[in-house]
Antibody
């Protein structure tokens, strides 16, 4: 059974870069796209983007200019960087497997505040 | 504004059958599978149904889905108090080359 474990800084100042990493345990790393999703407080889910083991990415057009998703196949990990963070980026961020996703990480609360 | 449209709320009494709708377009629901998720407060979404009405191990068959054209529905039969949660639909969107979600439906068990 696949498990996704994520980590990263939970508190940022405006204009800083959000950085999260997700490690995948169990299952195939090469057969899926690996996804980042976020959920602002009290709101719905927003797809941020995805990457496969070859490094092919797809990004949400609304975030594309600020987002970079990368992969480290040697560690079965993938990462999210979102630059120029603002209060609007405050959310719980999830890593997940597949598109749409089947398995989800536990979520990381990220708060952007001065 | 979510790409897929869901009612913000739904309700039912224990034992009832409740349906939650999800409306989209040809580029998402019309051409692709719809996934359904349940989210309990403070937890990550949990996959309920994926392609072709497949349920992960542990999801009871009280949960089922259907699709017609560019709309889909999640049905919950024999409603139980523990079904009280937020429910989201999702699908791949060919035009956006990405996943789109519904805004979520808060289900209340009266």
């Amino acid at each position: 059974q696949v498990q996704l474990q994520q980590w990263g800084a939970g508190l940022l100042k405006p204009s800083e870069t959000l950085s999260l990493t997700c490690a995948v345990f169990g299952g195939s790393f090469t057969d899926y796209y690996w996804t980042w999703i976020r959920q602002p407080p009290g709101k719905g889910l927003e797809w941020i983007g995805e990457i496969n083991h070859s490094g092919i990415t797809n990004y949400n057009p609304s975030l594309k200019s600020r987002v970079t998703i990368s992969v480290d196949t040697s560690k079965n990990q993938f990462s999210l960087k979102l630059n120029s963070a603002t209060a609007a980026d405050t959310a719980v961020y999830y890593c997940a497997r597949g598109h749409p996703p089947g398995n989800w990480g536990q979520g990381t609360q990220v708060t952007v505040s001065s | 504004q979510s790409v897929l449209t869901q009612p913000p709320s739904a309700s039912g009494t224990p034992g009832q059958r409740v349906t939650i709708s999800c409306s989209g377009s040809i580029s998402n629901i019309g051409n692709n599978y719809v996934y359904w998720y349940q989210q309990l407060p403070g937890t990550a979404p949990k996959l309920l149904i994926s392609r072709n009405n497949q349920r992960p191990s542990g999801v009871p068959d009280r949960f089922s889905d259907s699709k017609s054209g560019t709309s889909a529905s999640l049905a919950i039969s024999g409603l139980r108090s523990e079904d009280e949660a937020d429910y989201f639909c999702a699908a791949w969107d060919d035009s956006l080359s990405g996943v789109v979600f519904g805004g979520g439906t808060k289900l209340t068990v009266l």
